[in-house]
């Protein structure tokens, strides 16, 4: 064991305690999915399972309002960060110009998601309202309506735990979220078990708001005390410092609605719930994988930015290229992995595998994820320069991806909106790569100086 913790490999893998925190929640995450979908397999109905998943892919409209403002807030606080830092009382400390400038991101993003968050519950949950059948109202309509208030609180919250990240308190963060996953995986089960039904997912994202408030209002209620009050000095230009990337993600997040969260509204609507059901638990399995080999990705992105920040070039791509290499591999292996072990389940006949798609549908998935997870390794290099290019490939990869799952979705079924989104996944990957090439070369440095100066 000594051997293995003293090796390249432990370095490369779990170089800082940061990782090793993400590590355990997206292995937790990939755990208690996987565990998740045995309970639902044999305690949900088939009909609810579509809803249930339904139900989450009809939440992700949210995408519509944040407009990706969540990574523009951790990569412009990452750069203000790197002239600060906090004491052991949680206390921010260091260069009066890099705070006064946090603060007033921090306030401007405050009102932002306030506004947004209103609209949300009532915008998302009219739609949901509208979409479901009216003769099974029953079922969905009081479950529906509380988890969209809650889900509401925790869009309230999300710019405050991204503006944490983006100072460095990653590890503190994915600590609370291991621990707040770990409860709500249990309380998911047992009342998932107990035929709870779709209350289940309210009752997880009740504890996701208490997780919150801990957070925010108590722990780190000293880190937020500057915040209450107007910045002393310098603050950010929201026209030229925030908008000009974030109007970008927030097209390519719509866009990515549609690539992403489509397919199960597309089956239900078309052929039903419970298939529905089937492509919405595989969705699911496919963005844990992707979500585990985001660890070496995520835990690095405050870095990166501050790295650009003292414009360490030579340090940010040896790193870059660590977590390059690392966050592909796992997903590659993971998800190919999971093929063979649904090839083998379908083979002796296994129950469960009639709640999930076939072994190549699976495999066109986790294909498909791992050119996503390419695309997003080369969009964090870029974006920690303040730039977003992958704006054109991908919007248009969206509104493709949505047209392609929905032509063969509606008339083919889960494997017409698999292979849609499989086409689109290719395009984007494509053009992206193309992109990414041509800015990453080191003529580009110059450029960028002059923009951060």
Request: glycine fraction near 8%.
């Given at each position: ?35 998740s979908i045995l309970i639902i397999a044999n305690y949900l109905p088939a009909a609810i399972q579509g809803y249930y ?97 809650l889900s509401g609180f925790n869009l309230f919250a999300l710019p405050m735990i991204s503006l944490l990240e983006g ?287």
């Amino acid at each position: 064991m000594q051997f293995f913790r003293n090796s390249r490999l432990f370095t490369l893998l779990f170089d800082d305690s940061a990782i090793r925190y993400v590590l355990l929640y997206r292995v937790w995450g990939i755990v208690s999915g996987l565990i998740s979908i045995l309970i639902i397999a044999n305690y949900l109905p088939a009909a609810i399972q579509g809803y249930y998943y339904t139900f989450l892919s009809i939440v992700a409209l949210q995408a519509f309002l944040e407009l990706g403002l969540y990574f523009v807030i951790m990569n412009t606080a990452s750069h203000e960060w790197s002239g600060l830092s906090l004491n052991s009382d949680r206390n921010i400390q260091g260069n009066a110009k890099n705070l006064s400038r946090l603060v007033s991101l921090g306030r401007m993003v405050l009102k932002w998601y306030g506004i947004i968050s209103l609209l949300f519950i009532l915008i998302v949950g009219l739609i949901g309202v509208l979409f479901f059948p009216e003769s099974e109202k029953g079922i969905w309509l009081m479950p529906w309506l509380l988890l969209i208030v809650l889900s509401g609180f925790n869009l309230f919250a999300l710019p405050m735990i991204s503006l944490l990240e983006g100072c460095g308190q990653i590890r503190e963060i994915n600590k609370f979220r291991l621990i707040q996953a770990f409860i709500s995986s249990l309380v998911l089960w047992y009342s998932i078990y107990l035929g709870a039904g779709l209350w289940a997912m309210v009752f997880v994202a009740f504890i996701i708001v208490l997780r919150d408030i801990y957070l925010l209002l108590i722990y780190y209620k000293p880190f937020f005390k500057p915040f209450w009050g107007r910045p002393a000095l310098e603050t950010i230009n929201w026209k030229n410092e925030i908008l000009p990337m974030q109007w970008r993600l927030g097209l390519q997040g719509m866009a990515g609605y549609f690539l992403l969260q489509l397919s199960t509204p597309v089956v239900f609507h078309y052929h039903g719930s419970i298939e529905a059901g089937k492509i919405g638990m595989s969705m699911q399995v496919v963005f844990a994988i992707q979500a585990l080999g985001q660890v070496w990705l995520s835990t690095k992105t405050p870095l990166f930015g501050a790295l650009v920040a003292r414009e360490d070039f030579t340090t940010l791509n040896k790193i870059w290229k660590r977590a390059l290499l690392v966050s592909l591999s796992i997903v590659f292996i993971v998800g190919f992995g999971l093929v063979g072990a649904v090839a083998i389940g379908q083979a002796i006949e296994l129950q469960i595998m009639e709640r999930v798609v076939g072994e190549w549908q699976f495999a066109l998935l986790i294909l498909a994820q791992f050119f996503s997870q390419f695309v997003q390794v080369e969009a964090s290099y870029l974006r920690a320069f303040k730039k977003e290019y992958f704006t054109v490939p991908g919007v248009f990869g969206g509104m493709i991806g949505g047209a392609l799952i929905w032509y063969f979705g509606s008339s083919m079924g889960v494997i017409g909106a698999i292979i849609g989104y499989t086409i689109s996944m290719t395009i984007v990957l494509i053009w992206s790569s193309k992109i990414f090439i041509s800015k990453r070369h080191v003529s580009l440095f110059k450029d960028l100086r002059r923009f951060n100066h």
